[in-house]
C-alpha cells in the first residue's frame, strides 16, 4: 500500500489518495466491486476505483515506482 500526494497544476491544491499493489487486478476489482466499490477506469497499468462512499483510490500492479 502507498499514500500517492499530487498536484494536477502550480495553483491546485495537492491532493491524496491509496494504491495498492496487486498481481491480479482484475480478479481483486471484482472482489471490491462485489463488496460495494465501484470501477472507474481500467487503464494499462492500474485500475481506478471508488470506495462504497466514493473515496477514490486505485489497484496497480506488482511493481511501483519510487
Given at each position: 500500500?502507498?499514500l500517492?500526494?499530487?498536484?494536477?497544476?502550480?495553483?491546485?491544491?495537492?491532493?491524496?489518495?491509496?494504491?495498492?499493489?496487486?498481481?491480479?487486478?482484475?480478479?481483486?476489482?471484482?472482489?471490491?466491486?462485489?463488496?460495494?466499490?465501484?470501477?472507474?477506469?481500467?487503464?494499462?497499468h492500474?485500475?481506478?476505483?471508488?470506495?462504497?462512499?466514493?473515496?477514490?483510490?486505485?489497484?496497480?500492479g506488482?511493481?511501483?515506482a519510487?
Amino acid at each position: 500500500m502507498r499514500l500517492e500526494l499530487r498536484r494536477a497544476g502550480l495553483d491546485d491544491r495537492v491532493t491524496g489518495h491509496l494504491a495498492f499493489a496487486c498481481a491480479d487486478r482484475r480478479a481483486l476489482a471484482a472482489r471490491h466491486a462485489a463488496a460495494g466499490a465501484r470501477i472507474l477506469a481500467v487503464l494499462p497499468h492500474e485500475t481506478e476505483m471508488a470506495d462504497p462512499v466514493g473515496r477514490f483510490y486505485r489497484l496497480t500492479g506488482r511493481e511501483m515506482a519510487a
